[in-house]
């Protein structure tokens, strides 16, 4: 059985050779391909984001450059261009399907730093909540060395440990995982199932295959092995296979499954579970303990009667009863000091309170373990 057959929130990330037809430029083909698939799983029910490399590779078409420029200007230059085209591309074929669609360019600093992490993962949900399909690029025109992804493969995994998706499809010009380049061992064997972060995969893997993007099979292993971490299963296959995601869907065994050992509700919760230290607490009262504990309900202020410590949204939190027993712990929508604010108030009153309106729950559910 396919990863995808039972997962509801997918990234599906497709490299720079596909989406450019080998750098020839954007392909409009391939992209009316893959939008229709994607409208098919979104009328499922299914929640799809897509991660797209090729706008340095457009921009060096529209610039005429045959070969891709080592200067980071001149990357940055071809990127700007090139973004033209690959999201008016996006936009026109998945609005053919009766889809809407989003860019969203992301750097590695706005998924470092706590806050834009939250901010770029709220507004990724929301556009979810609200049926657009995210299409996400790293935004080329802005990183250094420094602070570059270096490569979509990574930030398709980052994407989904980002939104929690359930499965990730690293679509590519090679049908899959194999024991050794097949293009220069014939006994290379194609492997179909493994475990997401063995180390024999990382030994397998050869270097990148193609002159136009930047990732190879490694980078797909070691990017399998970190959406792993939040539960995410990876499927890496062949981009031009016919119909290759609503297969996928289907159950049909494509391309190379790397399974994640922890499901994604459990890595999720664990990792709250396994931070011993944390910023701060907060005190409920007997009805919010009844609402999270026997309920299954978010964590809302008004339920809260004391603030303690000094921790930032996105902070691991503990909640805890009016006598200091643990309750759960999860993930702070607000900080301590917002907290203090609007503790025991609806949320009607949260933006005459702290000058804006964001989430009504100080800890949602999805980001609440019981203790």
Do not use: C
């Not at 698939?37 to 706008?55: D, F, I, K, T, Y």
């Not at 930032?312 to 604010?341: C, F, K, M, P, W």
Request: glycine fraction near 10%.
């Amino acid at each position: 059985m396919s990863l995808l057959s039972s997962a509801r929130r997918i990234v599906v990330k497709v490299g720079s050779s596909l989406v450019t037809n080998e750098g020839r430029g954007v392909d409009a083909e391939a992209i009316a391909n893959w939008s229709r698939q994607l409208a098919a799983l979104a009328s499922e029910g299914r929640e799809l984001v897509m991660v797209s490399s090729g706008a340095i590779a457009e921009g060096m078409k529209r610039l005429g450059w045959a070969t891709r420029p080592k200067e980071l200007h001149e990357l940055q230059a071809a990127a700007a261009v090139g973004q033209m085209g690959l999201a008016q591309m996006y936009e026109s074929q998945l609005s053919a399907q009766g889809m809407a669609s989003a860019q969203v360019l992301l750097t590695h600093a706005d998924l470092a730093d706590r806050e834009r992490y939250l901010n770029a993962r709220s507004t990724l949900l929301t556009l979810l909540a609200h049926r657009v399909l995210p299409v996400i690029n790293e935004n080329d025109t802005v990183v250094n060395d420094e602070i570059k992804f270096g490569d979509n493969d990574t930030l398709g995994a980052l994407v989904a440990n980002l939104v929690e998706a359930d499965a990730l499809v690293i679509l590519t010009d090679q049908r899959g995982l194999y024991s050794a380049d097949p293009r220069k061992d014939p006994n290379a064997r194609f492997i179909d199932t493994a475990q997401a972060g063995d180390p024999e995969l990382e030994r397998m893997a050869g270097g990148a295959g193609s002159s136009i993007g930047r990732g190879g099979m490694i980078t797909k292993i070691l990017a399998a092995k970190r959406a792993a971490g939040s539960g995410a299963g990876t499927v890496i296959a062949w981009g031009r296979e016919p119909d290759v995601l609503l297969r996928l869907a289907r159950g049909e065994s494509i391309g190379t499954a790397l399974l994640a050992a922890t499901p994604k509700l459990a890595a999720r919760k664990q990792w709250m579970v396994d931070h011993l230290q944390l910023r701060g607490s907060v005190k409920v009262d007997a009805g919010a303990a009844v609402k999270l504990r026997d309920e299954g309900k978010s964590l809302l202020p008004i339920g809260v009667v004391e603030v303690q410590g000094g921790f930032h949204r996105g902070d691991v939190i503990a909640v805890q009863t009016t006598e200091g027993v643990e309750l759960a712990r999860g993930l702070a929508n607000y900080s301590a000091s917002e907290a203090r604010l609007i503790a025991r108030k609806p949320s009607s009153e949260f933006e005459a309170l702290l000058g804006y309106a964001a989430e009504p729950e100080l800890i949602h559910r999805d980001n609440l373990v019981l203790r």
